[in-house]
């Protein structure tokens, strides 16, 4: 169980970084924390829809991924009697 929940433990890590950076790289869709740090620099820089669309898809599976790892972490932790 201790080499699962290693393994568990270093794959929420990596995806909670991807998903963060993923998420960081969506387009603003304006009068949030994107235009205030420069969203008129990123308005020359949009993506094709194409683009946009997969990096949409993957943010959601990496976010359906991030959330089955917690909560497979949450269960592990739970029945094996450690807090």
Request: charged residues 10%; contains cysteine; proline residues 0%.
């Amino acid at each position: 169980m201790d080499i699962l929940k290693i393994v568990l433990q270093v794959l929420l890590g990596i995806t909670s970084l991807l998903l963060t950076l993923l998420i960081l790289l969506h387009k603003g869709k304006g009068g949030g924390l994107s235009d205030m740090f420069g969203g008129g620099m990123t308005s020359s820089l949009n993506s094709s829809g194409v683009a946009q669309k997969n990096l949409n898809r993957f943010t959601v599976v990496l976010g359906i991924c991030w959330a089955a790892v917690i909560v497979a972490l949450g269960l592990i932790l739970r029945f094996s009697g450690e807090s």
